[in-house]
């Protein structure tokens, strides 16, 4: 499951900007009408979560009918689709692989770019080639656009997946799926709070979902890669989550917090170990272990380590912010 420590050292540098752009770069709609709400004989037998088609924001399934169309909270669509009927996972399970074949439609627009400019150079190198041996200047131009032609769809052939994962691999592109305490802070603004003491908590506290760690809080990495395909590898999910807990007088409500602690790679062999809970770690999230190469990061808050909350200027009264320790 190693995907290659080049990227990876690569992927860690570009991850903590991504946080701090939050979509800034080229997303992904998903395009799938799915079913929502009735239990149907597809289902899997433990609850997945949702996700919002606008955004790919994902949701715990609503206890009921009066929170199922709630409205996004980083995107405000409406549009949900509930990953827990395995139709519904299928279909965007196919989409994500059509997409990962050819490439978003501004790479695709760029290969084509590139593809054709470069068969106007073969077609111009064709006609300077054949007029000195033709006299007629039709069958030049038949023989350059026929050349030319042939030439620009040769380069696609070519050139298009590994510029497509060029480009692709310059871009912030945003994960297929991602959880984080919204709204997001801005990191980039003044620090206007500050609370430092031990981390305790009355609830039972978290798994880490990859390593299985007890903990208060983490924040786990999804990079995916499929050999041959047009993109290169990337984040196909980011997800913070927290327990409530108190430091001291203050108080941080379940999922309220920002991590930005430094995510560490989980070793190949605690992946194999716990295979199966992975892969129904990310089957709750529309995702499928069998599809490719996965690696996995994962920042844990242990139960009982003492940390400082901190909290900026914007947005006003945003979610507690824990840092790594200086």
Partial sequence: MTIGAGF???????????????????????????????????????P????????????DAPKGSADADLECGYCRARA??????????????????????????????????????AGVAIGGATALAASAMLPLLLPVAVIAAAV???????????????????????????PARWRCALPKPNLE????????????TRQAPLA????????LAYEVGVVFDAEGDAYPPVWV?????????????????????????????????????????IAKFLRQRGLFLADGDYEFFESVLPVGTEVEL??????EAGPWVVYDPA
């Fill in 8 to 46: 990876m050292l690569d992927a860690m540098r570009r991850a903590r900007q991504f946080e701090r752009e939050m979509f800034g770069g080229r997303g992904g709609r998903i395009r799938v009408k799915g079913d929502r709400g009735a239990f149907a004989p597809d289902d899997e037998a433990y």
């Fill in 48 to 59: 997945c979560a949702w996700v919002c088609q606008g955004c790919g924001l994902l949701r």
């Fill in 80 to 117: 949900w689709i509930d990953l827990r009927s395995f139709r519904n996972a299928q279909l965007v399970r196919e989409q994500e692989q059509r997409l990962r074949q050819e490439g978003p439609d501004w790479v695709q627009d760029k290969v084509r770019n590139a593809a054709g400019v």
């Fill in 148 to 174: 030319g032609g042939a030439g620009a769809l040769g380069v696609q052939q070519i050139i298009g997946k590994p510029l497509s994962r060029w480009l692709i691999a310059r871009e912030d592109v945003g």
């Fill in 189 to 200: 603004s003044p620090i206007v709070a500050r609370h430092r003491g031990v981390a305790t």
């Fill in 208 to 215: 880490a979902p990859i390593s299985g760690r007890e903990c």
């Fill in 237 to 277: 999910l980011r997800e913070d989550r927290n327990v409530a807990f108190e430091v001291g007088e203050v108080s941080v409500a379940a999922d309220a917090l920002t991590t930005e602690l430094t995510m560490l790679s989980v070793s190949d062999q605690a992946v194999e170990r716990d295979r199966a809970d």
């Fill in 310 to 315: 901190v909290r900026h200027a914007e947005p």
